[in-house]
């Protein structure tokens, strides 16, 4: 089993919607988690990273961490054309990244 | 502007052919990483060094090689080449040990190997 999964599902919304985005973590241990922004032939740039549990808010970006079903989720409030990139959840106690969600805001 | 540089930012390579993948950073961090990127298996870990000096395996370590001969360098070769290396390479540093380590990337080598 990855020590993180992401379906890597490409996901398209309409400008103005919600996204939601989701990983699994295999070690309850875990407690560091990141997610990662990577626009088309770019490097992947942090977003956000939670410690623990809990939800982090910035500005129109939240980050949920749920130990008890080892689940981390992003989600983006009014998405923008701008914010079409691929999002990457990684747990750093491991250094492991999942494989990414391709999001495209329709404007 | 501080962050990491990496060279070349895209090579075509013939088969059999040695190549070394150039990584600098000016944040002193100690820890530095390199990743493979390959649609639909995003980032693995190819090796890591947590200090000058020192340097260690990660998820995908064959035909690769990696040098630590100071902080801010962290060079990967390719021995021989060969086309399953084709990828994006990510070269990442961070500080290992203090707690959150946050890792910056550079802008990554596209590699093709014919």
């Known amino acids: 089993q990855k020590e993180v999964e992401q379906d890597p599902g490409p996901l398209s919304v309409p400008e103005g919607a919600i996204v939601s985005l989701n990983c699994t973590y295999s070690n309850s241990a875990f407690q560091y988690f990141m997610w990662y922004r990577q626009y088309s032939r770019k490097g992947p740039e942090l977003l956000m990273y939670?410690?623990?549990?809990g939800n982090k808010e910035d500005g129109r970006f939240t980050a949920q961490v749920d130990k008890s079903s080892k689940y981390i989720s992003l989600f983006i409030r009014d998405s923008q054309p701008s914010d079409s990139a691929t999002y990457l959840c990684?747990?750093?106690?491991?250094?492991?990244f999942g494989k990414g969600n391709q999001v495209v805001v329709i404007p | 502007i501080a962050g990491i540089t990496q060279a070349p930012t895209s090579q075509i390579l013939a088969a059999g052919r040695r190549m070394t993948l150039r990584c600098t950073q000016d944040?002193?961090?100690?820890?530095m990483y390199w990743y493979r990127q390959d649609l639909g298996l995003g980032l693995r870990l190819i090796h890591y060094s947590n200090t000058a000096g020192t340097t260690g395996k990660g998820e995908v370590p064959d035909g690769y090689s990696v040098s630590r001969a100071n902080t801010d360098d962290f060079p990967l070769t390719l021995a021989s080449a060969v086309p399953s290396q084709t990828s994006v390479y990510f070269c990442a540093s961070g500080n290992s040990g203090a707690g959150a380590n946050v890792l910056t990337f550079g802008a990554g080598s596209r590699l093709t190997v014919l």
């Open positions: 944040m002193r961090h100690n820890a």
């Open positions: 939670t410690y623990s549990s």
């Open positions: 990684a747990t750093l106690n491991r250094l492991a």
